[in-house]
């Protein structure tokens, strides 16, 4: 248990200290590891209600990984290049943002379709961090592959690839992600803080 001094004050009184008395308990958790895997560089972790499987990349692994807790199961799905984020569309589809463009993936068979290719101009350049917004269309950003220079964009791009640009001049797009009442989105670009 422990004593905590609260001090009232009053101009024409002394400071009076009434001693309050909290208990501090500790909570206390436990991690348990759930699947065993080793990613080169594991992120983007997205739960599909849908289907009840946990969607995340292994961005240097060129892999989509599909955890399903109930079957105690994941699907790895090899890509071609460095896959940035990953955002599911139904049941077999999602849309992914990989080195060179924003592509539907099969998740059933691994099948891509291009959707975009954006920043084809820019090959030095990579897809990083993506998501949807409450309308359903991809926000996704890129980054130079040194991370260092403003080579950049934050994108919008709708489900049949429509792609528009609404930032440029970004280092590494990250952290996108909109308030409770859907009005406001929230983007990082990381090395701006």
């Known amino acids: ?28 958790h436990e991690a348990v590891l759930e699947y065993n ?15 009840q499987e946990l969607y995340w990349v292994d961005i240097e ?30 049941q077999t589809h999602a849309m992914v943002a990989l080195e060179d463009g924003i592509y539907k993936i099969n998740t059933k068979t691994g099948e891509l379709s291009q ?39 934050l994108y919008m791009v709708d489900s049949e690839g429509k792609t528009e640009k609404k930032l440029d001049s970004v280092m590494i797009s990250n952290g996108i992600v909109w308030t409770s009442d859907k009005k406001t989105m929230y983007y990082a670009d990381t090395p701006l803080g």
């Open 115 to 153: 959707l975009s290719d954006v920043e084809s101009d820019k090959p030095f350049n990579r897809f990083n961090d993506g998501k949807c917004d409450p309308m359903g269309r991809l926000w996704v950003g890129s980054m130079n592959f040194d991370a260092k220079s403003k080579t950049a964009a």
């Open 61 to 90: 692994g060129k892999k989509l990984h599909i955890y399903n807790p109930s079957e105690k199961t994941n699907k790895t799905l090899e890509v071609p290049s460095r896959i940035g984020t990953v955002v599911p569309q139904d």
């Open 1 to 28: 248990m422990a004593i905590l001094p609260l001090l009232f004050f009053n101009c024409k009184d002394e400071p009076k200290q009434i001693p309050i008395y909290t208990e501090i308990v500790p909570e206390k």
């Open 37 to 51: 895997t080793k990613a080169k560089l594991g992120e983007g972790a997205f739960w599909n209600y849908k289907t």
